[in-house]
Nanobody, 120 residues
Framework: QVQLVESGGGLVQAGESLSLSCAAS????????MGWYRQAPGKQRELVAT???????NYADSVKGRFTISRDGAKNTVYLQMNSLKPEDTAAYYC??????????????WGQGTQVTVSS
């Protein structure tokens, strides 16, 4: 099993910055991808950004140019730097990883979520 522990989040004003981090631990053979998703009240969970083991990144159009995802492979940790935050960024942010726990078996893991609230 793989556990994800998120940190960061909180309440900020529009235009300010915030950073999130997520550390994976447990039985990890290799991490294929780590990323962040978010879910606002009454809405479906949506992709924010992902980064592969080879550091290829993917961003939602709504955050391109404002958010930056990065990773520390040695620490199995992913970061999300969020700049120029907008009220519409308000949501619970969830860390996700697709990881092999053996040489042939992989699974999809989720963190518990951390709240980001942006006031106008």
């Amino acid at each position: 099993q793989v556990q994800l522990v998120e940190s960061g989040g909180g309440l900020v004003q529009a235009g300010e910055s915030l950073s999130l981090s997520c550390a994976a631990s447990g039985t990890i053979f290799t991490i294929v991808q780590m990323g962040w998703y978010r879910q606002a009240p009454g809405k479906q969970r949506e992709l924010v950004a992902t980064i592969t083991g080879g550091s290829i990144t993917n961003y939602a159009d709504s955050v391109k140019g404002r958010f930056t995802i990065s990773r520390d492979g040695a620490k199995n940790t992913v970061y999300l730097q969020m700049n120029s935050l907008k009220p519409e960024d308000t949501a619970a942010y969830y860390c996700n990883t697709k990881a092999y726990y053996s040489s042939t078996q992989w699974d999809d893991y989720w963190g518990q979520g951390t709240q980001v609230t942006v006031s106008s």
